[in-house]
């Protein structure tokens, strides 16, 4: 496998080496780091001059400190089965991470959940975000050191085709727990503006919609986890109704997973 790191020094960049030096990658697997230095702002006019928009002086002390701590992560990401190298960029962040996955045809990106902007994101962090939205290839968005359950959520869509796949295939996922999770998402009726005649038969409506939604995702979590289970995984199903994200993360949560994989 050829897997990119992405790198800034921050205490989540170093949950997601810590995540990637644990990870038992295939035999001759490539691991690569970059750290991107971004345009001061301040002196963004300056930027064909300076690369970061700084004197010469202070651009060179920031690349100098951004070369060690990338040299740091590189040298304890290297094993007998696996190769690592890294290199310091220049750029936008999210572009630069996106443009390299590309160039380097990784098979996979690994970020942290949560960089050193200068505002703080409310849910991923604009890098991250970007990231796993721009991507060619699957982006693994690091929250914790270590992966031993995994939780799979599955809804019948090619995106999730996709993700269940990399499941099967992938050899990191041998042997972990995989739990797959179908959930029927039927919002439930308003009361308001409806005639109190009428309300009995929207609730029936509504119980008959869930019924039948409940049997779809109880096919499609039943037929994902006998895919998987014929690949070899440790699979089982779960199926749930209610809102779809939430429901995910209250599974996630009372399973005590360490990695939510979907399309």
Not at 51 to 80: F, K, M, N, T
């Amino acid at each position: 496998m050829r897997i990119l790191l992405a790198h800034d020094g921050s205490a989540s960049a170093m949950i997601a080496a810590d995540l990637v030096r644990g990870i038992a990658w295939p035999r001759d697997s490539i691991l690569r780091v970059i750290s991107v230095i971004e345009p001061n702002v301040v002196g963004l006019t300056a930027w064909a001059g300076s690369a970061a928009g700084y004197s010469p002086e202070v651009d060179a002390q920031i690349s100098a400190y951004y070369e060690g701590e990338l040299a740091a992560v590189v040298e304890s990401l290297r094993g007998p089965d696996r190769t690592a190298g890294g290199a310091v960029l220049r750029g936008r962040p999210a572009s630069v991470i996106v443009d390299e996955a590309r160039a380097f045809e990784a098979d996979l990106v690994v970020v942290g959940s949560r960089g050193h902007g200068t505002i703080a994101s409310l849910v991923l962090g604009s890098v991250s975000g970007e990231v796993v939205d721009h991507a060619a290839c699957p982006v693994l968005v690091a929250r914790l050191p270590n992966l031993s359950r995994v939780i799979f959520a599955a809804d019948g869509s090619p995106a999730a085709a996709t993700a269940e796949a990399l499941l099967a295939r992938w050899p990191i996922f041998e042997g972990l727990p995989i739990r797959v999770v179908s959930v029927a998402d039927i919002p439930h009726p308003w009361h308001t503006g409806i005639a109190p005649t009428m309300n009995g038969q929207v609730l029936e409506a509504y119980e008959q919609e869930l019924k039948q939604a409940k049997t779809e995702h109880q096919g499609i979590a039943r037929e994902s986890t006998e895919r998987l289970r014929a690949a070899g995984r440790d699979a089982t199903e779960d199926v749930r109704t209610g809102d779809a994200a939430s429901q995910i993360i209250a599974v996630g949560a009372a399973w005590d997973a360490d990695l939510l994989v979907l399309g």
